[in-house]
């Protein structure tokens, strides 16, 4: 199987081609949101010129506008692993899980428990504690190892009971790249009676993902993470999904949806899709006649290798830097149980500092906690936080090795100040 023709794939992002005071900008700000492929782009222009309508009318551009919502579930799905009747879309996955949160505690008891975890971004945290506050519902927290910043499956057990309705996971953090355990988890939550709900915004554009396979009842995901438009989209087990109370516009005929989707978002979605599924076909040996997920999953399979590559090759360099902390899991035989994502701190330079440095030299990386609050508050770096560096398959070695420089530069500075 051939790797990446990084070059290709980036003369596809419109974006990478920028410069700042004259130099190349290099995006190390994947984990934020990634940038977008020419035909994402051309996908939201063509429906604001064909079939910018609302939903449900007897004239073409609605025809093909209620098309797109559907080829976009239908793609999604594809990514998921699931069927496009079980995915809910929206803005964001933030947005959808607190709108989801409520109906299921709401079919939960007083009394009843729900946990969550201490590595997570928030927006899988603070949903179901503002949802069980409101039902009289028990949060109890998954606390993580601090060392490596992963969560150990006895560490749930001990919090697991008979009470426990649901536990929230995150499929990978996304301010240390740690990947979670999610099958074994499942097997765990199921056994007590619960659902699994996983944030899966983080893991989507770095690993195929199968929530069949993993068992879970509900996985959430965020298109603008995986080289697509601000979209949300939620699987959920069409029985769990069935059962479950809502809250909507009467005359609505999705039970979860609300209000006028972004339908241009939603053809980008769709193309974001058929965009990784194009990689399968050129690069993931994914062979002719290949189902759509097929690719998808051939697609994902070559990103992850290519992303795990340069990621060995940043962390060398990041070890090699004096007074530059790497945190989560950092030796190579662990390198299969994270992202390419690397949350640092630099000693004597404040997050903020460094990143406003690397800035100003075109280089876009992340500082602070990245919503991932309880747990940055746990290592003791609040509220400043960690710099995070995001690899992503558009990325190349040059433009590693530019980046490691200029850290190496910030760190001498740093550690040579008076204390």
Known sequence: ????????????????????????????????????????????????????????????????????????????????????????????????????????VGSMRPG????????????????????ARDNEVLVRTWEPELADCTLRLEGLDAVLNERTRLVALGWASNAVGTINPVAEVAKRAHAAGAWLFVDA???APHLPLDARAVDADFVACSTYKFFGPHVGAVYGRREILASLPTYKVRPAEHRFETGTGNFEGYAGAAAAVEYIAGLGSAYGGARAGSTRRERIVAGMTAIRASELELYRHLAARLHAIRGVRLYGLTSEADLARRTPTAAITIEGVAPREAATMLGRKGIAVWDGDFYATGLIERL??????????????????????????????IATSGTSRPA
């Not at 290709?8 to 974006?15: D, G, H, K, V, Y």
């Not at 506008?65 to 496009?84: C, E, F, N």
């Not at 009843?112 to 949802?131: C, T």
């Not at 003791?380 to 070695?397: C, M």
């Open 1 to 104: 199987m051939p790797g990446l023709d990084v070059a290709a794939i980036r003369a596809r992002f419109p974006a990478l081609a920028q410069t700042h005071d004259g130099q190349p900008m290099a995006f190390f700000d994947g984990p934020g949101g990634t940038q977008v492929p020419d035909t994402v782009i051309e996908a939201v222009v063509r429906y604001y010129r064909e079939s910018n309508a609302n939903h449900g009318g007897a004239f073409p551009t609605s025809e093909r506008s209620d098309a797109i919502v559907h080829d976009a579930a239908a793609a999604l799905a594809d990514l998921l692993g699931v069927d496009g009747d079980e995915l809910t879309l929206g803005p964001n996955m933030t947005t959808l899980t607190f709108h989801l949160s409520r109906s299921i």
């Open 380 to 409: 003791g770096l609040a509220p400043d936080g960690v710099i995070r560096i995001g690899l992503t398959h558009y990325n190349t070695r040059a433009e590693v090795d530019r980046l490691a420089d200029e850290l190496e530069a």
């Open 201 to 203: 915004v983080h893991a």
């Open 112 to 131: 009843d428990e729900i946990v969550v975890s201490g590595l997570d971004h928030q927006a899988n945290v603070d949903p179901w504690i503002a949802a």
